[in-house]
T-cell receptor
Framework: NAGVMQNPRHLVRRRGQEARLRCSPM?????VYWYRQLPEEGLKFMVY????????ESGMPKERFSAEFPKEGPSILRIQQVVRGDSAAYFC?????????????FGPGTRLLVL | GDSVTQMEGPVTLSEEAFLTINCTYT??????LFWYVQYPGEGLQLLLK?????DKGSNKGFEATYRKETTSFHLEKGSVQVSDSAVYFC??????????FGTGTSLTVIP
């Protein structure tokens, strides 16, 4: 049973380019969460999605960031016109139920470097 | 709001020493509490969890007890190994929408 998969593992972009980060949840999981980890900091929640729906995006920056989880395919976190401050590790997690007792399982992360 | 405060690091211990990493929380509801471990260059792995007061989570020799009266969930291990070197994150979840993480405590175990 494959775990949460993320790709690419490392991504380098120049300022102003777009970054697309992909996340495939664990088999049987229909809930996806995106977190950002800045250097020397903990993880900060960004967005929670179910298939074709954004449930909670309270942690998403208002501009340049968007997320989707289509009916088919992986969840995508998209960052437009990247800036150096976007450099971070972006982690995706998945769970099977909207239940606080349900564990979130994390992927290996995508490390974004903006030059 | 909901939040987690954990002991700042870094922590350096000799092999077989006793480990405690403190974690306290603030929550508006009845949270579930978690400890995650992150090895260099990897994602977070669930280490243990507790879903209600007085529950004890345990795994790989690590333990943590959910203490409602002190709003704490301290991580302990009686005898650490070099392979335990990693960053440890305390986290809570109330609604299941999101987890709130502490800033992480880096542990280095020296032979």
């Amino acid at each position: 049973n494959a775990g949460v998969m993320q790709n690419p593992r490392h991504l380098v972009r120049r300022r102003g380019q777009e970054a697309r980060l992909r996340c495939s949840p664990m088999k049987g999981h229909s809930h996806v969460y995106w977190y950002r980890q800045l250097p020397e900091e903990g993880l900060k929640f960004m967005v929670y999605l179910q298939k074709e729906n954004i449930i909670d995006e309270s942690g998403m920056p208002k501009e340049r960031f968007s997320a989707e989880f289509p009916k088919e395919g992986p969840s995508i976190l998209r960052i437009q016109q990247v800036v150096r401050g976007d450099s971070a590790a972006y982690f995706c997690a998945s769970s099977s139920l909207r239940d606080h007792q349900e564990t979130q399982y994390f992927g290996p992360g995508t490390r974004l470097l903006v030059l | 709001g909901d939040s987690v405060t954990q002991m700042e690091g870094p922590v350096t211990l000799s092999e077989e020493a006793f480990l405690t990493i403190n974690c306290t929380y603030t929550a508006t509801g009845y949270p579930s509490l978690f400890w995650y471990v992150q090895y260099p260059g990897e994602g977070l792995q669930l280490l243990l969890k507790a879903t209600k007061a007085d529950d004890k989570g345990s795994n790989k020799g690590f333990e943590a007890t959910y203490r409602k009266e002190t709003t704490s969930f301290h991580l302990e291990k009686g005898s650490v190994q070099v392979s335990d070197s990693a960053v440890y994150f305390c986290a809570l979840s109330v609604t299941g929408n999101q987890f709130y993480f502490g800033t992480g405590t880096s542990l280095t175990v020296i032979p």
